[in-house]
Structure formats: structure tokens, C-alpha cells
């Protein structure tokens, strides 16, 4: 069973930092590319960023570049965003996404969410 946890998120002031973590299991997490997005209150869920298997590739939305990054540690099966510079555009729900090739198909796996609120 594919599992991906988020943890981390909470209150921090504008311009502070958090890192959130997902916990992923139930497949080969070295093998597949891990996403984030966010869906901020009231609107669409957007990705903000993209990590490859190998961790060769990594993108970012334009409204995080530069001041998130995305990283992983494979041995964990853990991928984390260290945001850092928030703003208050940055108030969401946190996703952490993959899809995946297991049981014969792909299918498409998201985490709880973890709420991240940027305010003073």
C-alpha cells in the first residue's frame, strides 16, 4: 500500500523559514520522482516543485524559485521542501505527490496535506 506522509507545517511570521518532510512507503521511492504542490484557501492546487529519482533534475514554480528547495534522501525514503522567505501568498495546504508503476499500472498517489499559514 503507498503511503505519503507530510509533517512540518505549522504558523511562522513573514520572511521566516519551515522544512516539511513526507514519509513515503509502499513502493520503490528511489525509482520515482517526488512532487509538492499547494492549494492555497479558496483556489487551485498548483505544483511547486519537482524532484527527479536521482536528484540530477529539480524544478520549481516561479513564485517559489529561489526561495524553496526541494531535496531528497533516498536511504530515508523521505523528500523534504525547505521554504524559506515566506510570504503570506504562501498560506496553503502542502501536498506531496508521485505516480507510480506498481501492481501492473500506474496510478497517482497524494499525501494528507500539512498546513502552512505565513502570517504576523
Known amino acids: 500500500q503507498v503511503q505519503l506522509v507530510e509533517s512540518g507545517g505549522g504558523l511562522v511570521q513573514p520572511g521566516g523559514s519551515l522544512r516539511l518532510s513526507c514519509a513515503a512507503s509502499?513502493?520503490?521511492?528511489?525509482?520515482?520522482?517526488m512532487s509538492w504542490y499547494r492549494q492555497p484557501p479558496g483556489k487551485e492546487r498548483e505544483r511547486v516543485a519537482i524532484?527527479?529519482?536521482?536528484?540530477?533534475?529539480?524544478e520549481y514554480a516561479d513564485s517559489v524559485k529561489g526561495r524553496f528547495t526541494i531535496s531528497r534522501d533516498n536511504s530515508e525514503r523521505t523528500v523534504y521542501l525547505q521554504m524559506n522567505s515566506l510570504k503570506p501568498e504562501d498560506t496553503a495546504v502542502y501536498y506531496c505527490?508521485?505516480?507510480?508503476?506498481?501492481?501492473?499500472?500506474?496510478?497517482?498517489?497524494w499525501g494528507q496535506g500539512t498546513h502552512v499559514t505565513v502570517s504576523s
Open positions: 509502499g513502493f520503490t521511492f528511489s525509482d520515482y520522482a
Open positions: 505527490y508521485t505516480r507510480v508503476f506498481i501492481g501492473g499500472r500506474l496510478s497517482d498517489h
Open positions: 524532484i527527479s529519482r536521482n536528484e540530477v533534475t529539480t
